[in-house]
């Protein structure tokens, strides 16, 4: 508060500034070399006229008889051609910085886009966990796939049946009962086809023809049936 009563505006906040673009610097200096170069070659152009002049009027001069004309236009001559030699190393030094600043803006841009690149590399590195994640992850993948054939390997395994699977020797036994038993039944079904022969009874003494006497078929027994199947095979 001052004498008056009235107090002291207070100042402005100081208005921060945009911080400075490289990019738009290096472009910008960039074109300003370009122009400078531009305006100096056309400067070269025109002192390269004046030169031209004053050689044409030094000649005319020398063949008028004015020497002293003529060593007046020789001295401007060789001012201007001073002044050439001077803006001509002027453009060769522009001419210099602007290819070191457009391979300067072109490495800068590569490296954005290295700097960029390693980023986002960075970041897809820490989204998969890490080389050493993803490590145990083809580990993981590389057990699992080792469980599945095991897994597979041990379901397609014949496994014994208890009850069921018995020795070897008491299946080879069993197995020859059967085919005996087969054979037994394809004995059984052979018909031998023997009959008995007619029994012939003596005639009586009698002076008529003994009358025909007819032979009684023998039925065999189960017992017969089976001894004559079994000597028929024998004879085979």
Same mark, same amino acid.
Do not use: W
């Given at each position: ?126 989204? #998969?966990? /890490? %080389? !050493? &994640? ?5 580990? +993981?993948?590389?057990? $699992? *796939? ?14 014994? #049946?208890? /009850? %069921? !699977? &018995? ?5 080879? +036994?069993?197995?020859? $009962? *059967? ?23 003596p005639s009586a003494p009698v002076s008529y023809p003994a009358a025909p006497t007819t032979a009684a078929k023998k039925e065999m027994t189960a017992e017969e049936k089976e001894l004559a199947e079994l000597e028929a095979s024998m004879a085979m």
């Open positions: 508060m001052n004498l008056f009563g009235r107090k002291k505006a207070d100042a402005p906040p100081p208005v921060p500034q945009a911080a400075p673009d490289p990019a738009g610097n290096a472009q910008g200096a960039i074109t300003k070399v370009r122009d400078m170069i531009e305006t100096i070659e056309k400067r070269e152009q025109h002192i390269g006229r004046k030169i031209d002049t004053e050689v044409q009027n030094a000649k005319k001069f020398s063949a008028a008889g004015k020497k002293r004309e003529a060593l007046q236009c020789i001295k401007r001559k060789k001012m201007y051609e001073k002044q050439l030699d001077q803006i001509s190393n002027t453009k060769m030094t522009l001419e210099n910085q602007q290819m070191t600043l457009e391979s300067m803006n072109l490495n800068r841009e590569a490296f954005n886009a290295q700097k960029l690149a390693a980023q986002s590399m960075q970041a897809q590195t820490k989204a #998969m966990g /890490g %080389v !050493d &994640a993803v490590d145990e992850a083809m580990d +993981a993948v590389e057990d $699992g *796939l080792q469980d599945a054939e095991e897994i597979a390997e041990a379901l397609g395994r014949q496994v014994n #049946m208890p /009850g %069921v !699977d &018995a020795d070897e020797d008491d299946l080879l +036994a069993e197995l020859e $009962g *059967l085919e005996a038993d087969d054979l037994s039944s394809q004995l059984g079904a052979v018909d031998l086809g023997v009959e008995d022969a007619p029994i012939s009874m």
